[in-house]
């Protein structure tokens, strides 16, 4: 399972800054990089992504790991761009890609999806009116976080089982009962949730999202 | 104290309760009887995820038809599969997520958390991803995260099956060391020995009730 995605905990300032101002600067953060066009200010970028990166104390291994789902496309734009322009143009297009998913990489590994989701509630927090439960967009997003390493384990048990059982090849063959166990884990997952209270609504008991500090 | 009465329910084509009265108040109560015999269907009256289609079950007074939402807060449940009971993808952020409506400031919340942690074993623990945990380590997450919203009940439906020899002595020694009031569903009567009353299931109905030895030697007569 690779560790991308997931809070990398610390006490570094980037840990402790509010989940919703360390957003606001990425979202700046992109937008800057996409305005900058000399290569040698994407150099310069280059060197303060990587020196936030120190800063909160990521582990290269792991700063890797959130840009390494961009190798084969990178690898591809470069290639395009090549063909279509010259190569300083065509490297700094690949460097700003990189760049952006890098810092959102580290917006991730220093934020916990707790945190995510309170500001993703306070930003929809205008569309309750129109009837979106903003905790529930939440919920939803939390889910799905926690529910990928569960169906991974589902899938990889699944997959024991058959070898077990002397059957390889056909992968196609694992699908039904790989479907079968997910549902039965969502139908279990939704009583559990029944259960916790996930059900509640919003201003039952005072709710406070104000987590800012 | 917990009341039911005269509770019927049907799961599909087959009468999964038949008939079923019993009250309790006591501290522990033991639940056991055959695969298939109702037990699950039992523990979650009790919380309200299931409403009977005939009968009536309250909970210190509330009723769980009328009053789910309010029951559900008294009563926590405790299900077999840990990883279908944790929500979040940290463990820390996992426990907080049932005090997410409470009311309670930030930094209690984070108190309470780290408090039910430590006296659970899963102290420091906070910011591990969930689903790197043990099997044993989860159904703890699972009990801490049931027991920090201070339920007055928990119910507990098998919460040792998955577990090795070792961690179901934990979590069995942990449960009956609960101050909170405790109905455990389970097929290891060994964990049922110090407790006050255990009800035997067989068929949809209630056909014992009584002390863990009397119960238990009910249910292996039943077995044959
Ligand atoms: N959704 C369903 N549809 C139809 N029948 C069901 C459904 N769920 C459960 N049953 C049946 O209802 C009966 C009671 O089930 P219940 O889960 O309460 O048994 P149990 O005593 O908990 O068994 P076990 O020891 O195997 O957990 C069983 O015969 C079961 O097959
Ligand atoms: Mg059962």
Redesign the interface.
């Given at each position: 399972?690779s560790p991308a995605g997931?809070?990398h905990?610390g006490a570094s300032v980037l840990h402790r800054l509010p989940a919703g101002l360390k957003l606001a600067g990425l979202a700046a953060g992109v937008t800057g990089l996409l305005l900058l066009d000399q290569l040698w200010w994407l150099g310069a970028a280059a060197v303060v992504v990587a020196a936030l990166h120190a800063v909160a104390r990521v582990p290269a291994r792991l700063a890797l790991a959130q840009v390494r789902p961009l190798l084969w496309f990178g690898a591809f734009l470069l290639g395009a761009q090549l063909l279509l322009t010259d190569w300083q143009r065509a490297l700094s297009v690949v460097l700003t890609l990189v760049l952006s998913v890098a810092l959102a990489g580290l917006v991730t590994l220093t934020t916990?999806?707790?945190a995510m989701l309170d500001v993703a509630e306070t930003l929809l927090g205008p569309l309750r009116r129109v009837g979106v439960r903003p905790?529930r967009v939440g919920?939803v997003l939390?889910?799905t976080?926690?529910g990928v390493?569960?169906i991974a384990?589902i899938a990889g048990t699944v997959r024991e089982a058959h070898h077990a059982r002397g059957s390889v090849g056909r992968p196609w063959a694992l699908l039904v009962p790989v479907l079968v166990r997910v549902l039965r884990?969502a139908d279990?997952?939704g009583?559990?949730?029944?259960?916790?209270?996930?059900?509640?609504e919003?201003g039952?008991?005072?709710?406070?999202s104000s987590?800012r500090p | 104290m917990i009341t039911v009465e005269d509770v019927s329910h049907r799961l599909g084509e087959r009468l999964a309760l038949d008939r079923v009265s019993v009250d309790f108040a006591e501290h522990r109560v033991g639940v056991i009887g055959a695969n298939g015999s109702g037990k699950s269907t039992f523990a979650?009256l009790l919380?309200g995820?299931i409403v009977p289609d005939s009968g009536r079950v309250t909970v210190d007074g509330l009723s769980t038809a009328r009053d789910g939402?309010e029951v559900?807060?008294k009563v926590?449940?405790v299900?077999t599969?840990p990883?279908?009971?944790?929500?979040?993808?940290?463990v820390a952020?996992d426990v907080?997520?049932?005090l997410?409506?409470?009311?309670l400031?930030?930094a209690e919340i984070t108190r309470r958390v780290s408090d039910v942690l430590d006296r659970f074993g899963l102290g420091g623990f906070?910011?591990r991803?969930?689903?790197l945990l043990s099997g044993g380590e989860k159904q703890l997450l699972a009990l801490c995260?049931?027991l920090v919203?201070e339920p007055a009940t928990v119910v507990c439906d098998e919460p040792t099956t998955l577990l090795d020899l070792r961690n179901a002595r934990l979590i069995g020694a942990l449960l009956a060391g609960l101050a909170q009031r405790i109905v455990l569903v389970t097929h290891d009567l060994a964990m049922l020995a110090s407790f006050d009353r255990v009800l035997v299931f067989d068929d949809g109905r209630l056909v014992g009730d009584d002390v863990p030895a009397v119960a238990v030697g009910r249910y292996r007569e039943l077995m044959g």
């Open positions: 399972m997931l809070y905990p916990r999806v707790s905790d919920l939390a889910l976080i926690r390493p569960v384990g884990h279990a997952l009583d559990a949730l029944a259960a916790r209270g996930a059900d509640d919003p039952s008991r005072h709710g406070t987590d | 979650r919380n995820l939402k559900r807060r926590g449940f299900f599969d990883d279908a009971q944790i929500v979040m993808p940290t952020e907080a997520f049932g997410r409506r409470s009311g400031p930030r906070d910011d991803p969930a689903h995260s049931v919203t």
